[in-house]
């Protein structure tokens, strides 16, 4: 099939990044959806709770409805809580972590990461992007966090300076 993540890719992805959340000291929740939304693997690491695992499969059916990282909401929804509010009615999340999975730019599918997966020192999204590039090669660079923000690691990123 060749429209759709094969079960064995999708299960070498998530495998890749929770050997990468260990090895940074984390866990991590990873989800991998076809391209109809449908979930072809999905693992949660010891630890994880319900809220990782819903996290890591709205970060991937952001990804997987938006085409493009959950990250691009997290950074438009930084500074706008109208956006915020707009896509939760739309079910997407605005927490980074969710990438599109595009093979000789066909969608064939969608990951989301939740959990921690090493916190600040690693997080969701580059646990995600290193399991693709490892499995599918080149990826699109991370998207920085917004402007006046740094990253957790966690999905959300956080206020440089005052009380953020």
């Known amino acids: 099939d060749h429209i759709s993540i094969a079960a064995e890719v999708a299960e070498r992805l998530s495998h890749i990044c929770q050997a990468n959340a260990k090895m940074h000291g ?4 990873v989800v991998i959806l076809d391209p109809y939304g449908r979930i072809v693997h999905e693992h949660r690491m010891d630890g994880q709770s319900y809220i990782n695992q819903k996290a890591a499969e709205n970060k991937a059916m ?3 409805l938006t085409r493009e990282p959950s990250h691009v909401l997290t ?27 595009v093979v000789n730019d066909q969608l064939i599918g969608a990951i989301g990461v939740g959990g921690g997966a090493g916190g600040a020192s690693y997080g969701e999204e580059r646990c995600a992007h290193d399991a693709l ?17 740094r990253s957790t690691g966690g999905g959300i990123p956080q206020r440089t300076g005052g009380n953020g």
């Open 62 to 64: 952001t990804a997987l």
């Open 133 to 149: 590039t490892e499995v599918f090669g080149e990826q699109p660079p991370i998207l920085p966090p917004p402007a006046g923000a």
């Open 26 to 29: 984390g866990s991590a929740t």
């Open 75 to 101: 950074n438009r929804a930084f500074e706008d809580v109208h956006t915020l509010i707009r896509m939760d009615q739309f079910g997407l999340t605005v927490q980074e972590g969710g990438l599109p999975i």
